[in-house]
């Protein structure tokens, strides 16, 4: 080897690896055949979109003919509903002369062999050739009367199935035979068989793979070029859903064929706006691909021989770089060896929990190749892991996240860090958190700690934390409110808060030993299907039984969370919302219950943390009552004081009134003994 070769550019060294080679390979395939079928899609889609583009027109060419034979007929209709002998005939209800008309149109037009007159109310007065079964009778239920008395102009009806003649499909041409005035006095039926437009149909040509349907405005077949001609009308197979597919006049969809498991049938249809006949024209898959498949042969020829091409080249060059992988090899095994020892020493040193894997089945499962001391400390297993399932160790992983973690991380190469979860197994409990990367070598590392301690504990503080602050809402609105409902409205939302409950209520049990409820979550309201003036009512006087009874009939907690089976139920009323787990908390003042606060409906069921939580929520619950009730009768007690108060003040008003009269008296009755002593003692004075 050369110093040139020893010092070439490693720019080509990833080819020494045969797996490189074939991936290259593949890719190229990949990419080639990518832009191969590209191509070919795109030449495909355009011989396809030419080959819709023709079937839509045949589609509108046909169904122009088919209205050109039907306005044929029309026309003729109508040229003969305007003569005024027959104008005449109609008015007076001449048969005779009516069916010499008739017999005219007949010798004219051989094909219309089944006319019919009506009146203006639909009842048949005359017919060629004589049919004793319609005369008569009254056909103002059919389309085609309905639709002449509506439109004032020829109309085309459904098909149906004639019952006199050549039983077998037709469609009714009906013209109006009107009067001076311009009023409708008579019409004019024609019963057009299918027949007679499949000869029309059957003249125009047709390549292979391609097929002509013509139907009513309800599916009904009238020709159909795909299948044998049936008397009896059947209905289009594909008529409603093309219909709900695209409403438009021309359009085309496509649909399994029903004779040939594997085709598709491109199907192109008009509207014939006048008549409201649809012609579909349907192509076979194939003789679409018939038309590009020389096209495809030669792409796939030029691309197989650029293919060998390249990959010749990429086996030349893999062959030079070879012999320099070899020494490289060499080279990069004695740093192998020195870095393992190093690793192996640091690997069971570390204080994290460190675990190897390696993907097998394709990254369905992996296996253990390392576990440090830490690891095997943390999760209780042995040395004697290693080529081991991760499933088979770890059966707590089954069908969990840390899995799909794995699996993306060897995947993609991207490191991803797990949250914290509780891993659980027959053996242990414990809860951690997941760093995940992959090593150049394909193996995925979990780095992992247990954070039991610090997850619990972090648990309880935030537990704590929305206690204490469903607490203080609770004490906050005690102060503002007077209302006890608003109180208990204010404990039963945080108690909701707290336990991520669905529905709850708070209640009181009355003194007569009845259940009165004095809160219910605006949830439960809404869930409810019972008309809200009818539920408050039956809230209240309630009997004490049931599964909410038994807290106040035990006078402890209670935590059901299969309350189907549990044994004192006795069902919920009519229009009250499912009840798929509970969990109730009596209301105890000085030992006594005096109601109870009741939740339920959590995601997953109620444990001891939620009845913990609430029965702390209780007592301050209790506590806001009771301050409340206090408040209530200081409340009671200064009215009751001030209004004694104003009673004794108008009393000693009253008394003071009294005696003031009583003093005036007095005072008159002093002042005239003095007057009176005074005029004795003059008196006295005189006589002396």
Known sequence: MTPEENHRPESFA???????????????????????????????????????????????????????????????????????????????????????????????????????????????????????????????????????????????????????????????????????????????????RAVEIGRVLRRAPLEEGLSISVTDRNGTLLYSSRSAYAKTPGRYPFFDVVKKTTGAELSTVAFPDPDERGNMLHISRAILPGAGLHVFVERDQRSIWSSVWSHLVQMTAISTLLFLCVIMLVLYIRKRTIAQSALERLETEREISAGRSRFSELFNQLKSAVAIYQAIDGGKDFEILELNAAARRITKVDRNVKGKSVRDIYPGLINHTLLTTFQNVWRTGEPEEHPTFLYQDDKQTFWTDNYVFKLPSGEVVSVFEDVTARKLAADKISRQTRLLSAINRLFAETLKSRDREAVARTCLAAAQSITNSELGFIGEVSPDGLFNTTAVSDTGWRACAIPQKEATAVLQNMIIRGVWGQVILRQQSLIVNDPGAFPDRVGIPAGHPPLTSFLGVPLKDEGKTIGMIALANRADGYTGEQREDLEELAVSLVEALRRNKAEEEVRKMNLELEKRVVERTEDLAAKTAELERINRVFVDRELKMRELKARIAELEKKEG
């Not at 583009?53 to 088919?66: F, G, T």
């Not at 079964?133 to 059919?142: E, H």
Request: glycine letters at 4%; proline letters at 3%; zero cysteines.
């Open 14 to 192: 990833w080819l020494a690896k045969r797996s490189n080679v074939v991936w290259l390979a593949l890719i190229f395939f990949l990419i080639l055949s990518a832009a191969s079928f590209f191509l070919i899609y795109g030449h495909y889609r355009d011989a396809r979109e030419q080959v819709f583009r023709e079937d839509r027109k045949s589609a509108k060419l046909i169904s122009l003919i088919v209205e050109a034979y039907l306005n044929e007929i029309r026309s003729t209709l109508e040229s003969y509903a305007s003569r005024p002998l027959l104008l005449e005939a109609v008015r007076r209800r001449d048969v005779l002369a009516a069916k010499q008309h008739l017999a005219s149109l007949n010798r004219v037009s051989p094909g219309m062999d089944s006319l019919l007159i009506a009146d203006k109310l639909g009842t048949v007065w005359i017919s060629l050739p004589d049919r004793p079964d319609v005369l008569g009778k009254n056909f103002a239920w059919r389309d085609w009367h309905r639709g002449v008395i509506r439109e004032k102009k020829p109309y085309v009806g459904d098909a149906v199935l004639r019952v006199t003649g050549e039983k077998d499909a037709a469609i009714h041409i009906a013209v109006p035979i009107f009067d001076k005035k311009k009023e409708i006095i008579g019409i004019l039926l024609n019963a057009t």
